[in-house]
């Protein structure tokens, strides 16, 4: 689904997408399944060109537990707050041209997101990765003040979920084994 900028008036224009709106249904189906979403987002353009958008997407994403390997529905609440500028490309042509580093990124405030020539933005696109980068490498439910999992109920606190196979104690071959049986 791609916004249209020029379109949008100089109040700026509200958006909420769900899944019963369907925008972008086929867009998250590979990260999201069937489950439902709910992204509400804010465009008003700052000047003739640059606009500046906020809001949030919130679903479920269906996900193995990191503790227990159980499939859990993780929740999902990403927010946002970018700067949509015109794509413009790098001339490196200059001895002094260099590509800005991610540690040159600064910590609060809004990101910078180019849009494309025609003067649309690729919404559906930018909510998918909003989705994917919001995953953590080692989902989990959180838990209760009990120490129980709120998802499976059994106790997690303090406990490890680690793998520990007792392995056998194989004395290994000395490599000088095979001289033995060399003839000269």
Not at 48 to 67: A, K, N, W
Not at 103 to 123: H, I, K, Q, T
Request: proline share 8%; aromatic share 10%.
């Amino acid at each position: 689904m791609k916004i249209r900028l020029h379109e949008i008036p100089e109040e700026g224009k509200s958006f909420q997408w769900s899944k019963e709106t369907a925008e972008i249904n086929q867009v998250l189906k590979d990260l999201i399944g069937d489950s439902a979403y709910q992204a509400d987002f804010f465009i008003k353009p700052l000047n003739g060109r640059d606009y500046e958008m906020t809001g949030s997407i919130r679903c479920q994403v269906p996900e193995l537990c990191s503790r227990c390997g159980i499939d859990i529905a993780f929740p999902i609440q990403a927010k946002f707050h970018e700067i949509l500028i015109p794509y413009r490309p790098d001339d490196r042509t200059s001895k002094y041209s260099k590509v800005n580093h991610l540690s040159e990124s600064a910590e609060s405030g809004p990101s910078v997101v180019e849009y494309a020539d025609d003067e649309s933005f690729a919404m559906g696109e930018y909510l998918h990765e909003q989705v994917a980068i919001s995953i953590p490498f080692n989902p989990a439910p959180p838990v209760k003040d009990n120490g129980d999992c709120s998802d499976c109920e059994r106790p997690v606190r303090g406990r490890s979920f680690g793998y520990d196979e007792a392995m056998p104690e194989a004395k290994p071959e000395s490599p000088f084994a095979a001289l033995k049986n060399l003839k000269i």
